[in-house]
């Protein structure tokens, strides 16, 4: 077989020519020829389970380097390779832990100082259990929000309202913030039991079913909430609290209601950091390449506003909302309400999934980036560790930031060690600097909170390259924002991950159906509606699927068989059966010809021995001159031989004629157009009963007018799953399976070719129908 080059190539190797000589090979032939293994025996579950825990020391040493990958990374860790840089990106995202971790724990409805227990304490669980270099583990905007859904749902303002001394009606604060911590920490510690257990057991693939116009669209829609829900601090406005479904339409009305009471101080010192902050950041992203840290605005912006509320008064003397009381030191731990799980079961998974989601996402995008593996898994375990031991410290939920993990990266973060020096930062801070930041105003923090969202809602810009590229990835993006904005985070979340799946579930239902002809001088066989060389071969039908077969799209992938094909197998039957009723009908009629004639044979004979009779007693000239017995036209005696005829009805031996040569032509025509169908297999990659069943059919109802079906590209799982279904027969044997589509095209042409030769040899031989 030789290959030529038959357009402009774009690499050196595009006009080499190959040549390959070789047997045809089906099913049969390449097992004998490649030696085809018997299946391997699996391991039970019974020896798999002796051999994860037996116990050896290289075993054990394996066992804990694989669940604590801190022990095989620190011994080689390069103080002079690595010390700079990862002490200063410690400690810039130390600094950035500090505001962040104090404006998200607002989003998580609890007080300032647990963002800064939540920004220690999962930091250094990460530190040991993670495998990521330049994630930053702590406080995000989108997981502290969904905390705050739960805790407000949970711990509602209206259940700590109480009688002032005046009559007047006044809510106990410190007792509601006290619920929502337990609250938020038993969703924590729930989310990080959830995610320990989906990595121990090896299950970190179900971040797979959350694609990325799916968490792009989620995470949009959920900083939709989060502004939202910020807007209230901003304008020092109270508004009702609500909650389900259009959550945020109603919470948005409430607070147009709710503008002519803006308190006009806080709502000042909101633009005036709104301002600061915008400058700044734009300064930091245009000149990154010349700054060698970014300047830390938010500390600044968080520094400036603890100054001027403490010497001007803001709270007394202009009512404005601050921070308040912020304990100096740790907490001790403690073990979280049990008693919440029942009704946080839900929300605590949703975390977990969402969580995890985002880690991994920003984890393989660094390790590519640089050239390291991360192991999903064990990031499933790691970060449910962080959270379930964070949990016990009255931390809520984490997960990694995009913003700090930039920061962590760009300023020559190259380990996790970058990370620890960052809680670090933060432990001095809740130690010794925390109540300094008590007359600090909520505004502030919300500004920063409004500000770091920027990115967020630049993914927006998915849009317009998700029109070009992909128009169900956009229907995704946008059916994902729609629904977490509409229907609230948990809920988005579920009907999101069903959309996704029902557009997979279509795309493989309706997928591509496409005939294939082989391009000149070559094997290959391409798409004729995509290609104009790839011309389709005479006699041969060459049909492929774009996506699996399965039981969904099982029935489909026939009905497009047939319509490409362009076999009308029912009209075919009809066809074929009147045939042979025909067929039948003139072997009948032979016989009662057969019958007739052999009456007529005994009649002659008697007329000859009556004519001898006569021919001596009566003189007959002796002349070349017919004898005509009767005018019946049957019999005619010349030179004394008997010639005996018999002659049908003329018409109705006509109109016979004329049938027999249109079926003739009719069967004529088919068999020229196909005689065999291939079925090219490479996409397949599993086979389930339903498809089994109608492969099948297909083979049985294109053998009834005589077609032949081959299957073509049929990888060896697909082989194994037909052995042991029992599709393979007597009519169905694996000589009609080949491993390319070129072998099974040369049998085809090998077998039209014979018949045709044997045809050649049999003028006889009766007319046969075939496709």
């Not at 019974?46 to 116990?55: A, F, L, N, Q």
């Not at 503008?259 to 990154?288: D, F, G, M, R, W």
């Not at 031996?653 to 068999?671: A, I, K, N």
């Amino acid at each position: 077989m030789n290959m030529n080059r038959t357009g402009m190539g774009v690499s050196d190797h595009a006009g080499a020519t190959v040549c390959v000589e070789r047997i045809i090979l089906d099913g049969l032939k390449l097992d004998e020829v490649a030696q085809r293994q018997t299946e391997i025996q699996r391991s039970s579950i019974k020896k798999k389970i002796c051999d994860s825990v037996r116990c050896s020391l290289g075993q054990w040493k394996i066992w804990i380097l694989k669940w604590i990958p801190l022990l095989s990374w620190i011994p080689q860790y390069s103080v002079r390779e690595n010390g700079l840089g990862d002490l200063v990106s410690g400690v810039s995202v130390g600094i950035m832990h500090l505001p962040q971790g104090m404006a998200y724990a607002l989003l998580a409805s609890v007080p300032p100082v647990f963002g800064l227990y939540t920004s220690f304490y999962p930091v250094l669980v990460y530190f040991i259990f993670g495998t990521s270099r330049h994630v930053s583990i702590g406080t995000f905007a989108v997981i502290s929000i969904m905390i705050g859904s739960v805790s407000e749902r949970l711990a509602p303002d209206d259940h700590f309202l109480t009688n002032g001394t005046n009559g007047s009606v006044v809510m106990d604060m410190e007792a509601r913030d006290v619920q929502r911590v337990k609250v938020a920490a038993a969703t924590t510690l729930l989310c990080g039991i959830f995610q320990v257990l989906l990595g121990l057991v090896r299950f970190g693939f179900v971040v797979t079913y959350l694609s990325e116009p799916l968490v792009r669209g989620y995470t949009t829609g959920a900083a939709t909430h989060v502004i939202t829900s910020q807007l209230k601090y901003m304008f020092g406005v109270s508004p009702r609290r609500f909650s389900g479904p259009l959550q945020l339409l109603y919470t948005l009305v409430e607070l147009g209601r709710l503008l002519p009471q803006t308190h006009i101080a806080t709502l000042l010192i909101s633009l005036v950091a709104l301002t600061a902050l915008i400058i700044v950041k734009e300064i930091n992203s245009c000149y990154s390449r010349r700054l060698l840290l970014p300047v830390p605005i938010e500390l600044m912006v968080i520094i400036a506003g603890t100054l001027v509320s403490h010497y001007a008064d803001l709270r007394a003397v202009n009512g404005v909302d601050v921070v308040g009381e912020i304990p100096s030191g740790l907490v001790p731990p403690r073990v979280p309400e049990v008693g919440f799980f029942s009704s946080v079961v839900g929300d605590a998974f949703a975390v977990a999934v969402v969580g995890y989601a985002i880690n991994i996402s920003l984890g393989k995008t660094f390790a590519l980036k640089h050239g390291y593996k991360v192991d999903s898994n064990q990031e499933l375990v790691a970060l449910g560790l962080s959270n379930t031991i964070g949990g016990f410290f009255q931390c809520y939920s984490v997960t990694s930031s995009m913003s700090r993990s930039l920061v962590q990266e760009s300023t020559g973060g190259k380990t996790q060690v970058a990370g620890m020096i960052s809680a670090v930062i933060v432990f001095i801070t809740v130690l010794k600097l925390g109540p300094l930041f008590e007359q600090l105003p909520t505004a502030v923090l919300s500004s920063i909170v409004f500000v770091n969202l920027k990115g967020m809602f630049m993914q927006c810009q998915d849009i317009p390259a998700l029109w070009r590229s992909s128009r169900v990835d956009l229907l995704v993006w946008l059916v994902t924002f729609l629904c977490t904005v509409l229907l609230n985070l948990d809920l988005g979340l579920a009907a999101s991950i069903t959309f996704t799946l029902l557009t997979v579930i279509c795309r493989t239902q309706r997928p591509r159906y496409s005939l294939l002809g082989r391009v000149h001088d070559t094997e290959l066989y391409l798409e004729t509606d995509s290609y104009k060389e790839a011309k389709a071969i005479p006699g041969i039908t060459i049909f492929r699927s774009s996506a699996m077969i399965y039981y969904a799209n099982a029935e489909l992938y026939q009905e497009a068989l047939l319509k490409k094909s362009g076999i009308n197998i029912p009209k075919l039957l009809k066809l074929k059966n009147r045939k042979e009723e025909e067929e039948n009908a003139k072997k009948k009629q032979v016989k009662k010809q057969d019958k007739q004639t052999g009456v007529l044979r005994e009649l002659a004979n008697r007329m000859m021995v009556s004519m001898k009779d006569v021919s001596e007693s009566v003189h007959c000239h002796r002349t070349d001159r017919e004898c005509i017995i009767n005018d019946s036209g049957i019999a005619t005696v010349t030179h004394g031989n008997m010639n005996c005829s018999f002659q049908p009805e003329q018409d109705s031996e006509e109109e016979e004629r004329d049938e027999t040569d249109t079926h003739s032509s009719s069967c004529d025509g088919v068999q020229e157009h196909t005689h065999s169908i291939i079925l090219d297999f490479s996409p397949v990659s599993f086979i389930d009963t339903v498809t089994l069943k109608t492969l099948k059919n297909i083979f049985q109802d294109f053998a009834e007018v005589d077609v032949t079906v081959y299957i073509a590209g049929c990888q060896v799982c697909v082989v194994q799953q037909l052995e042991r279904g029992g599709f393979f027969s007597e009519s169905i044997s694996k000589s009609h399976l080949f491993p390319s589509i070129h072998d099974a095209v040369l049998r085809c042409l090998c077998r039209s070719q014979r018949d045709r030769s044997s045809s050649e040899f049999a003028p006889e031989m009766p007319c046969v129908t075939r496709l």
